[in-house]
């Protein structure tokens, strides 16, 4: 008979403290079975490449338990799981695998990060930008008030109000004369933060209203806005293809080249040529139909800021949105989890590894020893070239997990966990090489002016 793989959609506890004693897990999902007893379906256990089925039983085909032995709790892991489904009648010679899960086996005691200072406001979806001085500006979040946080007293103090409405799907950088450039979420308003005076001015405006674009200081000083969500009228929430420059020196905004595909929940990173990697996001209105081509773009494309064009480049190996892109030490981009939705045939439930982009072969290179599947987590290089992956929300549940790669991405390691679970939330790496991590939205759905430090 033709097997069905199963499909797991969620799951309960997501973390344990190393040391615990046995613990069950309840998963949702699919889990057919093809007749009351033809089918089994097991739940299987890998740390590091080394797989351990689970006793498992079936509830019903939506719900399956697992019995993890304290044995695989001893020491802390990062831990990928899927279910096997074989017929029982032909001895298991058939075999077909869903898709992973992400689950993290925690040190034991405290967690690594510290708390410091709360925020005014509670916010998430905000943005964090570190200023010249070393300070953290916190603005956004459905707040037009910000904040400014001091690493040497780890407290927060005012920085003003923004001009326009509170925003909060809006983008910001840090430009080379210290000030702070902030787009969309507003219209098309922009505005500039002068951390001298922490004072909000307008400058020009976009040519073009969107919420959410990416910004990217080129290496001239000036910044490329990209993609978004259509705010102009009519517009409808759809992505956009246009882009634009904005002149430090002039204040103003001007259109550049069109993206080959609209985007929107994509990413934007500076390469070491000194062009910009813009890839994954969505391509129309959220979501897409399964048959509603053009489907959202597998294939990557980069901005040329002699030429204003962008062009395309290598195909990822599953369309991603609200992943993470983060640049790496020797030069490659490391695209990190992201969600899929099953909304095209491109598109799996999950991306169920990470991948590399090379700007030298214009490739992406699958990851497959780094499985994490969250979206609204972030990612941060920290100084010794490891990345920090904390927090996100792993199918609609906000985890207080933290995963560390090593700068060569081939070593895994759980250093700890987080006060609090989050997602939405900021990471900022400070001038002394902490991680200031602020607001998003906890594992009750409150949104959180809190805020720690990872040391």
């Known amino acids: 008979m033709t097997l069905t793989p199963a499909t797991i959609s969620g799951m309960t506890p997501l973390t344990a403290s190393a040391g615990s004693s046995a613990i069950s897990l309840v998963l949702k999902g699919n889990f057919p079975r093809g007749g009351p007893t033809r089918i089994s379906c097991r739940l299987l256990w890998m740390v590091d490449g080394n797989v351990t089925a689970l006793a498992t039983t079936f509830i019903d085909d939506s719900h399956l338990v697992a019995a993890v032995p304290a044995e695989l709790l001893k020491v802390p892991a990062h831990v990928q799981l899927f279910s096997e489904s074989y017929d029982m009648v032909s001895g298991g010679a058939d075999q077909v695998y869903s898709n992973f899960f992400e689950f993290s086996v925690l040190p034991a005691g405290s967690a690594t990060t510290t708390p410091t200072g709360s925020m005014s406001k509670a916010r998430s979806n905000h943005t964090a930008v570190l200023l010249a001085d070393g300070a953290v500006l916190i603005l956004g979040g459905g707040e037009s008030s910000a904040e400014v946080f001091d690493p040497a007293t780890g407290a927060f103090s005012p920085a003003g109000n923004m001009q326009t409405e509170p925003v909060t799907f809006s983008s910001s950088a840090l430009l080379q004369d210290g000030k702070v450039l902030v787009v969309g979420g507003a219209g098309d308003h ?244 902490r991680v200031l991590i602020t607001g998003g939205i906890d594992d009750h759905g409150n949104v959180l002016a809190t805020a720690e430090i990872y040391e």
């Open 190 to 433: 922009a505005e500039l933060y002068d951390p001298a005076t922490r004072t909000f001015a307008e400058t020009g405006r976009m040519v073009h209203a969107r919420a959410s674009p990416t910004v990217t200081v080129l290496e001239d000083g000036k910044v490329l806005v990209v993609g978004g969500v259509d705010e102009s009228a009519g517009g409808g929430g759809a992505a956009l293809d246009q882009a634009e420059i904005f002149d430090p020196g002039t204040g103003t905004f001007a259109l550049t080249g069109r993206t080959v595909s609209p985007r929107a929940n994509h990413t934007a990173t500076l390469l070491g040529t000194g062009k910009v990697l813009i890839a994954g996001g969505r391509n129309g209105h959220g979501a897409d139909g399964i048959d509603d081509p053009p489907w959202d773009p597998l294939f990557a494309e980069v901005y040329d800021p002699v030429s204003g064009q962008f062009t395309t480049t290598g195909d990822m190996t599953t369309t991603r949105i609200g992943h993470s892109a983060t640049a790496l030490g020797d030069g490659r981009v490391l695209m990190l989890g992201g969600v899929s939705a099953n909304q095209n045939v491109h598109m799996y439930l999950n991306p169920s590894s990470a991948e590399t982009y090379d700007s030298g072969s214009g490739n992406f290179s699958t990851q497959s020893q780094l499985a994490l599947w969250r979206t609204g987590h972030t990612a941060t290089a920290l100084d010794d070239g490891s990345i920090l992956v904390a927090g996100g929300d792993i199918l609609g549940t906000p985890t207080s997990a933290i995963v560390q790669f090593s700068p060569d991405l081939t070593k895994i390691t759980i250093p700890g966990a987080l006060l609090t679970a989050r997602s939405g939330h900021t990471a900022t790496r400070l001038l002394d090489g």
